[in-house]
């Protein structure tokens, strides 16, 4: 968002969600009221929700192994995530060797250490539903469990 002398509008606190977040928008289960609040802050232009490219393989193939999805489930649920427009971002290798680095110091997966090292980019925090990956990086900032 470009912002102009005498505009009064407030840019949206960015925030970058996991896998983990998003699967909670289309799964009921522990914290979907919780994440379904950050969707719609950022569907009602509150927030602005930023995911590494990573995010739409890893939901869909989450999706994937929830019992109640089919294939017409989980296509459905890809085309509403594409839908809800959250800012994707593609890896650099700059930012893929910053993430292999963190995920040997903090052992984490790579997978995880991508949103971790795409908010530390970009300056912004992360939000995570997994407590496991959280309770690796909890003493870092930036990171907050959903």
Known sequence: ??????????????KVVDASV?????????GSDRALKLR??????????????LILYEVTNALRYKPLFDSSKVSRAFHDLIEFQLELVQLTEDLLKACVDFAFRHGTTLY??????????????????DKKFYSKCS???????L
């Open 1 to 14: 968002m470009v912002r102009h002398p005498g505009d009064t509008k407030v840019a949206p606190q960015e």
């Open 22 to 30: 998003v699967v909670k928008w289309f799964s009921d289960e522990e």
């Open 139 to 145: 003493k870092l900032k930036g990171i907050s469990l």
């Open 112 to 129: 995880d250490s991508v949103y971790l090292g795409l908010g530390k980019s970009m300056d912004i925090d992360v939000v995570t539903a």
């Open 40 to 53: 719609d802050g950022h569907i009602g232009g509150e927030l602005s929700l930023v995911a590494p490219e």
